[in-house]
Antibody, heavy 123, light 109 residues
Framework: EVQLVQSGAEVKQSGESLKISCQGF????????IGWVRQMPGKGLEWMGI????????RYNPSFQAQVTISVDKSINTAYLQWRSLKATDSAMYYC????????????????WGQGTLVTVSS | QPVVTQEPSLTVSPGGTVTLTCASS?????????PNWFQQKPGQAPRALIY???NKYSWTPARVSGFILGGKAALTLSGVQPEDEADYYC?????????FGGGTKLTVL
């Protein structure tokens, strides 16, 4: 069974750094695109960016490119989403997602979601 | 950034049929936008229903179908059940990135 297990909820102060994680189980982690999706409280879903673990090919939504860094550690089947300096507006639920294969990502579909990591940033 | 637009809310009676649509500010949606559809219930992570316009997953109910209709991506739910009450999001590939629609809140009443 495919599982994406995310790190636990975080409470941070504005200006602090943060790195949340997403570990894949039940499949060959390196050959599936992994992405991150933001959901602000009471709002819709936002596509932040994706990474292909085998070569760390990374694509960002321009709206998020300057704000976050997506990375991966193949040795432990884990993807990361990182902030250098959090803002109160970064408070949201963050989901990692798996795309359905190793080809052109947008043709594959998103077939699995992590349970979400709630990030709360106080100003 | 492109804007993807969905109906903010729809209401359907149990047993009825409802169609949700998904439009792009970049133009008429075609299969080349590779539409995806997701369902999200309160307090849960979203769940995938459809990818690449009309392809279903093993868990997608048979009464759910995706297609292109009049320049928009569309999702039809037939024989609606109370458990279909949820938020539904489309995802389109446009202008080099994927963009989610704002979501449709489906009420079964």
């Amino acid at each position: 069974e495919v599982q994406l297990v995310q790190s636990g909820a975080e409470v941070k102060q504005s200006g602090e750094s943060l790195k949340i994680s997403c570990q894949g189980f039940g499949y060959r982690f390196t050959t599936y695109w992994i992405g991150w999706v933001r959901q602000m409280p009471g709002k819709g879903l936002e596509w932040m960016g994706i990474i292909f673990p085998v070569d760390s090919d990374t694509r960002y939504n321009p709206s998020f490119q300057a704000q976050v860094t997506i990375s991966v550690d193949k040795s432990i089947n884990t993807a990361y989403l990182q902030w250098r300096s959090l803002k109160a507006t970064d408070s949201a639920m963050y989901y990692c997602v798996r795309f359905g294969g190793s080809g052109t990502y947008y043709k594959l579909g998103i077939d699995s979601w992590g349970q979400g990591t709630l990030v709360t940033v106080s100003s | 950034q492109p804007v993807v637009t969905q109906e903010p809310s729809l209401t359907v009676s149990p047993g009825g049929t409802v169609t949700l649509t998904c439009a792009s500010s970049t133009g008429a949606v075609t299969s080349g936008y590779y539409p995806n559809w997701f369902q999200q219930k309160p307090g849960q992570a979203p769940r995938a229903l459809i990818y690449s316009t009309s392809n279903k997953y093993s868990w997608t109910p048979a009464r759910v179908s995706g297609f292109i209709l009049g320049g928009k991506a569309a999702l039809t739910l037939s024989g609606v059940q109370p458990e279909d009450e949820a938020d539904y999001y489309c995802l389109l590939y446009t202008a080099g990135i994927q963009v989610f629609g704002g979501g449709t809140k489906l009420t079964v009443l």
